[in-house]
């Protein structure tokens, strides 16, 4: 009797389990992972950049209005600058960052997480102008706008080094960690051209 009893106790069980756990092979066995619904829904609708964490979240948050204070900096230079090579920079930094901006946005649409508004989060970000800053710049035009414009974009892009670093030290996500890497790069090496272009100044 104790053999047939526990011969129809072992099958009861697992439709319990079973039915516990959803129908839901892939976590059925771990029941105390520790994961919440939301990341596996974000998995099955972004696949490519479901892994993250809230230091990928926060990079993507703060450097896309980062590098929309950077394009705009870099759209007065197309007019006010005087010197061919600020131009050209100014040019370079906007066709880098604006592909980089649609990119996190896209991560961020896919995370969930919401958006900075364009023109919002001013002050978020190392290396951020004020708005007293970029009024100034505004007001300037042909070699004093290049020096100030330098200036400034350097220490912009400081910032931005600064936040990429934090987030390959930090951040889960593959893609996330890789445009952090290339920030660092390019970054790095727009900042060393700078400094060059005003020691001839």
């Keep these: 009797m104790k053999r047939a009893f ?15 756990g959803g129908g839901d092979k892939k976590d059925s066995g771990q029941p105390m992972s520790g994961h919440s619904m939301g990341p596996s829904m974000s998995m099955s609708s972004a696949p490519a950049t479901a892994g993250h964490n809230g230091q990928d979240v926060m990079f993507a948050q703060m450097m896309v209005p980062h590098h929309q204070q950077a394009i705009t900096m870099a759209k007065q230079a ?17 066709n880098a960052q604006q592909p980089e901006i649609d990119k996190m946005t896209g991560w961020l649409k896919a995370w969930g997480a919401s958006s900075p508004s364009p023109g919002g989060m001013h002050h978020m970000g190392e290396g951020m102008m004020s708005d007293q800053d970029m009024k100034k710049l505004d007001t300037l035009s042909g070699k004093a706008f290049d020096k100030a414009f330098l200036q400034m974009m350097i220490k912009h ?11 390959q030290a930090q951040g889960s996500n593959t893609d996330a960690k890789a445009l952090a890497g290339s920030i660092v790069g390019s970054q790095s090496t727009e900042i060393t051209t700078m400094r060059n272009l005003l020691k001839n100044m």
């Excluded at 526990?6 to 516990?20: D, G, R």
């Excluded at 197309?78 to 906007?94: M, N, R």
């Excluded at 892009?157 to 987030?167: L, R, S």
Aim: hydrophobic share 55%; proline share 5%; glycine share 2%.
């Design 6 to 20: 526990s011969l129809l106790v072992v099958p009861i069980a697992a439709l319990t389990l079973a039915a516990c």
């Design 78 to 94: 197309a007019t006010k600058a005087s010197a061919p090579e600020v131009k050209k920079l100014a040019t370079q930094i906007e």
């Design 157 to 167: 892009h400081q910032g931005a080094i600064a936040m990429a670093k934090a987030e």
